[in-house]
């Protein structure tokens, strides 16, 4: 599958499901109450709900995103201290006796 035909595929999912979405609301316009944290009002039930689900989401993405930027902080962190341009030698520092591995004995 090449990179234009997977960009075709999913805008046309995407389209599918923001039909499927619009017949939802449009099905859905009766009005629900809605009360939080002493706040009143009324709204139609599509779009409380569109609005759940959207803070779901969030709920979910922001530690996600955070979680995100944590790692990439620390693999920055990992690649500076060896830089790309200096190479690793295997041989040990001069003074230092080689360390070897130790077979147990079959």
């Known amino acids: 599958m090449t990179r234009t035909s997977r960009v075709w595929t999913t805008l046309l999912l995407f389209a599918l499901v923001l039909i499927l979405l619009l017949i939802f609301i449009l099905q859905n316009q009766d009005d629900v109450k809605l009360s939080f944290l002493g706040a009143h009002g009324s709204l139609p039930l599509a779009v409380a709900m569109l609005f759940s689900a959207v803070a779901g989401a969030l709920l979910v993405a922001i530690p996600g995103v ?23 030698s295997a041989d040990p520092p001069a003074g230092k006796p080689a360390k070897t591995l130790h077979r147990p004995a079959r």
């Open 66 to 88: 955070g979680r995100m930027i944590q790692l990439r902080k620390v693999a920055r962190r990992g690649t500076a201290a060896t830089p790309a341009d200096r190479p690793v």
